[in-house]
């Protein structure tokens, strides 16, 4: 004789099935994809900010390179040379630190945006489970 296991009873529709709640997983899973989409769209911002700036202060310094082509033509002696040279290397080193100031505060703008995604959808997500439990 052999033993019955488990698997070897008929089917009976009174016993709960040993399944999860497909209900409560889909909602979950609806929530998760909403709260990704928010910050994907939150990222997406981001970048598009950091583009739009970058892109400008590139421009700014080709600028500022063709004005030190135009300055070094116009030079009539050394005195002149290094005059237009230390304009061009001051105005650099002003103009890449005060770029990387604005690029440190859309990185920080940025991360508190997520923050702030990331704690709304902790939240929501632990909303959602009080309602299924």
């Not at 979950?28 to 989409?37: C, D, P, R, V």
């Not at 002696?77 to 770029?99: I, V």
């Amino acid at each position: 004789m052999t033993a019955t296991s488990p698997s070897d009873k008929p089917f009976d529709p009174a016993e709960p099935i040993p399944f999860a709640d497909f209900a409560k997983a889909g909602l979950a899973n609806g929530s998760m994809l909403s709260e990704t989409a928010k910050l994907n769209a939150q990222m997406s911002s981001t970048l598009q900010n950091i583009g739009r700036e970058w892109s400008a202060f590139v421009g700014l310094r080709l600028r500022e390179e063709l004005q030190l082509f135009q300055a070094i033509h116009g030079c009539r002696s050394l005195g002149d040379l290094q005059q237009a040279y230390a304009r061009f290397w001051q105005n650099a080193f002003t103009q890449y630190g005060e770029e990387t100031q604005r690029m440190l505060r859309i990185a920080q703008g940025a991360a508190e945006e997520a923050a702030d995604v990331a704690k709304e959808s902790g939240e929501a997500a632990a909303a959602a489970s009080r309602e299924a439990a």
